[in-house]
Nanobody
């Protein structure tokens, strides 16, 4: 069974830092793009950052210069969040486009989410 598991969320004061981790496990042949999304109460889920298999990254404007997405191998991804603001409070979700074999189709996978709360 293929799954994504996030960790690293928590409560932090404004200006603080957190590091989120996402580990992909199961029968995975290859991973295309991975990314982080977040959803605040009463708001739609929004894209925070993405990283391709080649290492290219993109960020939503509101986190540029503060967040850094990275990966240390094909299956582990991270989000370093610095200078956190109360408006960063949300549930953060790991996302990946993966396929279980070289002959199967690419599918979207989501983690269960991890809560990040930034107090003012």
């Amino acid at each position: 069974q293929v799954q994504l598991v996030e960790s690293g969320g928590g409560l932090v004061q404004a200006g603080g830092s957190l590091r989120l981790s996402c580990v992909a496990s199961g029968s995975i042949a290859s991973i295309n793009t991975m990314g982080w999304y977040r959803q605040a109460p009463g708001k739609q889920r929004e894209l925070v950052a993405t990283i391709t298999s080649g290492g290219s990254t993109q960020y939503v404007d509101s986190v540029k210069g503060r967040f850094t997405i990275s990966k240390d191998n094909a299956k582990n991804m991270y989000l370093q969040m610095n200078s956190l603001k109360p408006e960063d409070t949300a549930v953060y979700y790991c996302h990946a486009v993966m396929r279980r074999s070289l002959h199967s189709i690419w599918l979207d996978y989501w983690g269960q989410g991890t809560q990040v709360t930034v107090s003012s």
